[in-house]
Structure formats: structure tokens, C-alpha cells
């Protein structure tokens, strides 16, 4: 797992940590879904309880995964909001040693603790140290807490 973490990390994300312009991050075709402050948002029903929010439309999503509409572009600025901060979320999750539980939702980024970055600079570094936290905890953690069915939140167990 770690050797696969390591080959993500040098040949996809290490140029989304260093090379990623802020043009390429918020919006490289119009009306892709992006992170926005509140007042842009271009979505009814956005995710983030602060100045700055993800587009989403529950009705566009639930029809793309039925097959009756086409899937949303994303920017990276929405990918980074859904996955950047998931690594290190994950090396806080208690089977790893941490004190947070799957099944709270700590990972799920619909739901309001969920960052959302403001920049790139601050999304690469957030995805940056959760993978070097991440890292970290999988060397600490046992085996017994690895191999623990763990129910997380949304899915079934």
C-alpha cells in the first residue's frame, strides 16, 4: 500500500503539488463545477458553511448516476475540496491510531467539517502533509487494526 501511495504521489500528484497554476485549478472550461466564494456560486445546492463553497446540484448528480444526464466537468479546485484533505482525514481515523471513527463521517466531504481550500497553494499543502501523515500512520499502525471491519459513514458495513 505504501509502494502504491508512493507511485501516485510521483506520478500524478507531484506536479499537482508544484506545477498546478491557479488558472488550471479554479476553472480551465466554463461552467465546470469549481470551488467559488458563496455569492459565485453557480449551484443550487452548494457544500461549505464558510466563504467559500463547492458547486453541486443533487438533481444533475442523482440523474448523471442514473444514466440521464451527462457527468459534471469538475475542476481540479473541486477535486482537491473532494479528495485533498482525505489522506490526512484518514491517518486521523481511529483502526490507524488516531481518535476519530469512520463511521462519523470524519472522510466524507459532504458534510460540513469538510475543508474547503481557497487556493491552490493551501489544497496542494493540505493533500501534501495528509499524505506524509497518512504515510506515517500506516508504518505505526498493527496489523489487528488493519484488518478491523470498519463501517463507514454513508456505506454499508
Not at 37 to 64: I, L, M, S
Not at 125 to 134: D, F, N, Y
Request: glycine share 12%.
Amino acid at each position: 500500500m505504501l509502494n502504491m501511495m508512493l507511485f501516485i504521489e510521483m506520478f500524478t500528484l507531484n506536479r499537482a503539488w508544484s506545477d498546478l497554476s491557479e488558472d488550471e485549478f479554479w476553472e480551465p472550461l466554463p461552467g465546470s463545477w469549481s470551488v467559488r466564494r458563496r455569492e459565485e456560486c453557480r449551484t443550487p445546492h452548494p457544500f461549505g458553511t464558510g466563504e467559500w463553497v463547492v458547486d453541486f446540484d443533487g438533481g444533475v448528480a442523482g440523474a448523471a448516476v442514473d444514466d440521464r444526464a451527462d457527468k459534471p466537468l469538475t475542476t481540479i479546485a473541486w477535486l482537491f475540496w473532494h479528495v485533498g484533505s482525505m489522506a490526512g482525514r484518514g491517518a486521523e481515523l481511529d483502526f490507524l491510531g488516531g481518535t476519530k471513527s469512520a463511521e462519523s463521517g470524519w472522510t466524507a466531504p459532504y458534510l460540513g467539517h469538510h475543508p474547503v481550500f481557497g487556493s491552490s497553494s493551501e489544497a496542494a499543502e493540505a493533500m501534501r502533509t495528509g499524505s506524509r501523515a497518512l504515510d506515517q500512520a500506516i508504518r505505526a499502525s498493527t496489523d489487528e487494526g488493519l484488518e478491523r471491519a470498519t463501517r463507514f459513514w454513508g456505506y454499508p458495513g
